[in-house]
């Protein structure tokens, strides 16, 4: 059994129509001292014959969002898994990438191989704090095979809690979204879609001069399955600077209709 992945990215991109001051509300970058990463193999389910895998984890901490990867194989099982996870963030946008994943069970093997992603990404926020954005995080397009053998699967499973200072000033969650995909019927699939489902779809205004942190828990699990997964790219919102182009332009046509009209 063979499992390509390929996971996506969190673009958030804050909207402010051509009013300056909200424009200076804004992510400052990551706080690496506070940020930390694992990607972790947990092969110790697989089975070849009566001999288990082991787990790998894949650590770095402190983090400044740079790519991080890993790639194993277990010597045992010969089940390998492969992947990558890099962040950023700046003005009113932060990302977060799940790339490069590929989960390998031979055939003949018995139990189920997971690749988790866990992650704690804190981003400073600047001295007029953030504004309220819509939530945004990855989606999935999933496509494999399901074999036809009793209790065969294949599984996407976790969530991140989004964490921040919010107008009452304590510090706590202020946004949540889960991923629960299950499937169990044998066959091939195309194209499925795996959406996270957020609790409110928006983070609210931040204080200034705080923090805002995700932290994120994302598994891929497989029991006699093919499976791949690929990203779909979010549309960021305008920004700003462009909002404020149009704006302009926008202003300047006014401008020249009145002229015209006079």
Not at 225 to 247: C, Q, W, Y
């Amino acid at each position: 059994m063979k499992t390509y992945i390929r996971a996506s990215s969190i673009v958030v991109s804050g909207v402010c129509l051509l009013f300056g001051f909200s424009a200076h509300a804004q992510i400052l970058g990551i706080n690496s001292a506070a940020s930390s990463t694992t990607i972790k193999f947990l092969d110790n389910n697989s089975f070849n014959g009566p001999n288990p895998g082991s787990v790998y984890n894949n650590t770095l901490t402190p983090w400044p969002g740079s790519l991080w990867t890993l790639s194993q194989t277990d010597p045992t099982t010969f089940d390998s898994a492969n992947g990558d996870i890099s962040a950023s963030g700046a003005g009113t946008s932060y990302n977060i990438s799940l790339n490069n994943i590929s989960l390998t069970q031979p055939v003949g093997n018995t139990g189920y191989a997971d690749l988790t992603y866990t992650f704690f990404l804190e981003f400073n926020i600047g001295a007029s704090g953030l504004i309220s954005l819509p939530t945004s995080f990855p989606n999935f397009l999933i496509s494999g095979t399901i074999q036809n053998v009793a209790g065969s699967y294949a599984s996407v499973n976790g969530n991140i809690v989004y964490y921040g200072v919010d107008a009452s000033g304590a510090y706590g969650p202020v946004e949540q979204v889960a991923y629960n995909y299950f499937n169990n019927t044998p066959g091939s699939f195309l194209n499925v879609p795996i959406s996270g489902v957020a609790s409110n779809g928006v983070t609210p205004a931040l204080g200034p001069n705080t923090v805002f942190d995700l932290v994120g828990n994302i598994t891929f699990e497989v029991d006699p399955a093919h499976i791949e997964i690929f990203d779909i790219n979010l549309t960021p919102e305008p920004t700003i600077a462009g909002l404020a182009a149009v704006g302009s332009a926008v202003l300047v046509a006014a401008r020249r209709r009145l002229a015209r009209r006079s």
